[in-house]
């Protein structure tokens, strides 16, 4: 069964420090999210992407963050200075024509030092 | 605000009994609800997606209600088994891109 692949599994990172996390998602889907989990706490919503732009973000999805889809196949979420609090499982997640329902990544896990 | 809640105590249950799980909402008018899985370290895989316009949805030993009035969805697992436990996951969905989720209830099924 296709699956939603993300790399790499754990990142460690000095704070302050530019993060790119990657993301595959499933082949023929047409749109791309990022969650967070917080240890101990709910996965929360980053954004949404399709046809090549932003669809939705939340608040947490600052200036700091930003998504490419820089080829047919990858799906990247950068976060530019990083901080203390951004330390937290990041999931990819992608979807067919029907939007719902998602596929998730088994996740990066991002250590901010 | 939107709310969803879901028993924040971990269920314990023995083999081959039936696992029922709870999902109840406040300001919200969902078109359809779904429930994923997540065990420890992983990503939440997909379960079932119930719409507005169905009472019952089932997939082999899993069956799920969605009750609009109630603003409750029930989540059942019959002839539960050792490897059910893990964490289980509500979010309903109205007509937004975005996958709003419970704080989930976690399942442990003894043999």
């Known amino acids: 069964e296709p699956e939603v692949t993300q790399t790499p599994s754990h990142q460690v990172t000095q704070m302050g420090q530019e993060v790119i996390l990657r993301c595959v998602p499933i082949s023929n889907h047409l749109y791309f999210y990022w969650y967070r989990q917080i240890l101990g706490q709910k996965v929360e919503f980053l954004v949404s992407?399709?046809?090549?732009?932003?669809?939705?973000k939340s608040e947490i999805f600052d200036d700091q963050f930003s998504v490419e889809r820089p080829d047919g196949s990858n799906f990247t979420l950068k976060i530019r200075s990083t901080k203390l609090e951004d330390s937290a499982m990041y999931f990819c997640?992608?979807?067919?024509?029907?939007?719902?329902?998602?596929?998730f990544g088994d996740g990066t896990r991002l250590s901010i030092l | 605000s939107q709310k969803i809640e879901q028993n924040s105590e971990a269920l314990n249950i023995q083999e081959g009994k039936t696992a029922t799980l709870t999902c109840n909402y406040t300001?919200?008018?969902?078109?359809?609800l779904q429930w994923y899985r997540q065990d420890p370290g992983r990503g939440p895989v997909f379960l079932l997606l119930i719409r507005e316009n169905e009472k019952e949805k089932r997939k082999e030993r899993l069956k799920v209600t969605f009750d609009t009035t109630l603003k409750q969805s029930l989540f059942h697992i019959t002839a539960s088994q050792p490897a059910d436990s893990a964490t289980y996951l509500c979010?309903?969905?109205?007509?937004?891109?975005?996958?709003?989720f419970g704080t989930g209830t976690r399942l442990q099924v003894f043999p």
């Open positions: 300001n919200y008018s969902p078109a359809y």
């Open positions: 992407f399709y046809n090549n732009e932003i669809s939705e």
């Open positions: 979010a309903p969905g109205e007509d937004t891109d975005k996958l709003i």
């Open positions: 997640a992608s979807s067919g024509e029907g939007k719902q329902p998602q596929h």
